[in-house]
Nanobody
Framework: QVHLVESGGGSVQAGGSLRLSCASS????????MGWFRQAPGKEREGVAT???????????YYADSVKGRFTISQDNAKNTVYLQMNSLKPEDTAMYYC??????????????????????WGQGTQVTVSS
């Protein structure tokens, strides 16, 4: 089965930056969509950013409105790793961040929706804390 391991979380001051990494292994099938989600205490897990690969044409990326212009998702296929570069961090970005692999659907549309029910494999999460 698929195993995902996140890293790169930590504590930063508002306005700072962090880069999260998600290393994947153990694939039994390929997925065109991977994403980052986050969950703060007492709140639902929400999509942050997803990346959809079109092998002949590159990648398409999708972002929640709350992070557009500040976060960037990217991937290194050779390293089986997905990244989330987070800049201009705000206290409201504080959450546990999870990497996930889409297992339902397979089109760019399902990837762009960032619905957690469409993602069947999840990492253990990495904590991001932003202080004011």
């Amino acid at each position: 089965q698929v195993h995902l391991v996140e890293s790169g979380g930590g504590s930063v001051q508002a306005g700072g930056s962090l880069r999260l990494s998600c290393a994947s292994s153990g694939y039994t099938y390929s997925s065109a969509c991977m994403g980052w989600f986050r969950q703060a205490p007492g709140k639902e897990r929400e999509g942050v950013a997803t990346i959809y690969t079109i092998y002949a044409g590159g990648d398409y990326t999708y972002y929640a409105d709350s992070v557009k212009g500040r976060f960037t998702i990217s991937q290194d296929n050779a390293k089986n790793t997905v990244y989330l570069q987070m800049n201009s961090l705000k206290p409201e970005d504080t959450a546990m961040y999870y990497c996930a692999v889409q297992t339902v659907g397979g089109s760019w549309y399902q990837c762009s929706r960032q619905e957690r029910a469409d993602f069947g494999y999840w990492g253990q999460g990495t904590q991001v804390t932003v202080s004011s």
